[in-house]
C-alpha cells in the first residue's frame, strides 16, 4: 500500500507539471494564432460552444481545463487519501488531506474568486499549484523514506 501511496502522491505532481505545460501551450499558441493568422479573441469566440477549433494549441486548454484539471488530479488526488488511511505512511493521511485540500482549493475557490472577486485570485491559481507539487512530492518521499527507517538505514530528507 505504501508504493501505491508513494505512486499516487508522485503522480499528482507530475499531472501539476502537465498543467503547466498544458496551460503554457494553450497560451504561446493562442498569442501566435493572433498574431500569425489574424485570429480574434472575442466574447463570441469565448462563448461558442459549437464551433470549430480555432487553433492546433488549443487542446492545450482542454487538458488544462477539462481532462488533466476536472478529471485526473481530483481522482488521483481522491485515491491517494483513501489510500492514505491503509498505507501505515508517517503522516501520510495528513499530507494526503493537505494535497486534497489544496486540489479543492485550486480546482472550485481559486477559479471563482477569479470570475467573481477579480482576476488577480489567477496569480494564487499558480502559487497554489506550486504548492500542491510541493506537498505531493513530498509525500511521496515521506513513502519512500520509511522502509529505510525500519531497516535502520539512513533517512535521507
Not at 78 to 86: A, D, E, G, K, N
Not at 92 to 116: C, I, T
Request: proline residues 3%; contains cysteine; aromatic residues 10%.
Amino acid at each position: 500500500m505504501r508504493t501505491t501511496y508513494r505512486f499516487l502522491a508522485n503522480a499528482i505532481a507530475v499531472l501539476v507539471v502537465v498543467q503547466a505545460g498544458a496551460i503554457a501551450w494553450a497560451f504561446f499558441g493562442l498569442t501566435n494564432w493572433i498574431q500569425n493568422d489574424n485570429g480574434v479573441v472575442d466574447k463570441a469566440l469565448l462563448e461558442c460552444t459549437d464551433c470549430e477549433q480555432q487553433f492546433t494549441a488549443e487542446w492545450g486548454f482542454a487538458i488544462h481545463m477539462f481532462f488533466n484539471g476536472i478529471i485526473l488530479i481530483p481522482l488521483v488526488t481522491l485515491l491517494l487519501l483513501i489510500v492514505s488511511f491503509f498505507a501505515k505512511v508517517r503522516g501520510g493521511v495528513a499530507l494526503a488531506g493537505a494535497v486534497f485540500g489544496l486540489v479543492v482549493l485550486q480546482v472550485v475557490v481559486l477559479p471563482a474568486l477569479s470570475r467573481e472577486v477579480g482576476s488577480g485570485f489567477g496569480a494564487l491559481h499558480g502559487v497554489n499549484a506550486l504548492l500542491l507539487m510541493g506537498v505531493a512530492m513530498m509525500a511521496g518521499k515521506r513513502a519512500a523514506a520509511e522502509p529505510a527507517a525500519a531497516t535502520g538505514q539512513p533517512v535521507t530528507a
